[in-house]
T-cell receptor
Framework: SQTIHQWPATLVQPVGSPLSLECTVE??????LYWYRQAAGRGLQLLFY??????ISSEVPQNLSASRPQDRQFILSSKKLLLSDSGFYLC?????????FGPGTRLTVL | QKEVEQDPGPLSVPEGAIVSLNCTYS??????FMWYRQYSRKGPELLMY????GNKEDGRFTAQVDKSSKYISLFIRDSQPSDSATYLC?????????????FGKGTHLIIQP
């Protein structure tokens, strides 16, 4: 069966510091991978998606970037965090239509 | 007009009641419809997936899609306190899923014991 992991689970970072969130998927190959941000009262916002290694599409121009160095690894990064980057970050994978989410990373930028 | 509308709630019902959760949408190209359940501080969990119009049943859960009205519903029978969560509808016009899903903002459901 397929599983998806995210770490860290929680993170508190100062404004201006760098960020690296990691997502890995097990039990499937060549999945589509997604990064979402969920802010209170604002629903799920798609940030990036990837259909293969090194292929990244950005949905919203912002302070974040994504990379896919391996088939089942997806990384979300920032060089300098902003207060507005706080939120719940979710990674998801898809083999066809349905998407399956990881446990999420709660990021607080102070 | 927002692409997917969902009443945020909270919706509070007594245990054992039938719950009806709904979403409306504006994009007639949507043809894949999903319902997710999200417990506090957890990732969303896929509950139901339907394609095009019609009904789909899974245990106590029934998903209904009316494409002519651009309206989808999730019914929960014999509701339990463990059903208390936020329910998100999601939809897509792309069978391959490469472009992601369009989500409603979620309805917070509370089942009172």
């Amino acid at each position: 069966s397929q599983t998806i992991h995210q770490w860290p689970a929680t993170l508190v970072q100062p404004v201006g510091s760098p960020l690296s969130l990691e997502c890995t998927v097990e039990g499937t190959s060549n999945p589509n991978l997604y990064w979402y941000r969920q802010a209170a009262g604002r629903g799920l916002q798609l940030l990036f998606y990837s259909v293969g290694i090194g292929q990244i599409s950005s949905e919203v121009p912002q302070n974040l970037s994504a990379s896919r160095p391996q088939d089942r690894q997806f990384i979300l990064s920032s060089k300098k965090l902003l207060l507005s980057d706080s939120g719940f970050y979710l990674c998801a994978w898809s083999g066809s239509v349905e998407q399956f989410f990881g446990p999420g990373t709660r990021l607080t930028v102070l | 007009q927002k692409e997917v509308e969902q009443d945020p709630g909270p919706l509070s019902v007594p245990e054992g009641a039938i719950v009806s959760l709904n979403c409306t949408y504006s994009n007639s190209a949507f043809q894949y419809f999903m319902w997710y359940r999200q417990y506090s501080r957890k990732g969303p969990e896929l509950l139901m997936y339907t394609y095009s119009s019609g009904n789909k049943e899974d245990g106590r859960f029934t998903a209904q899609v009316d494409k002519s009205s651009k309206y989808i519903s999730l019914f929960i029978r014999d509701s339990q306190p463990s059903d208390s969560a936020t329910y998100l509808c999601a939809m897509s016009d792309s069978g391959g899923g490469a472009d992601g899903l369009t989500f409603g903002k979620g309805t917070h459901l509370i089942i009172q014991p």
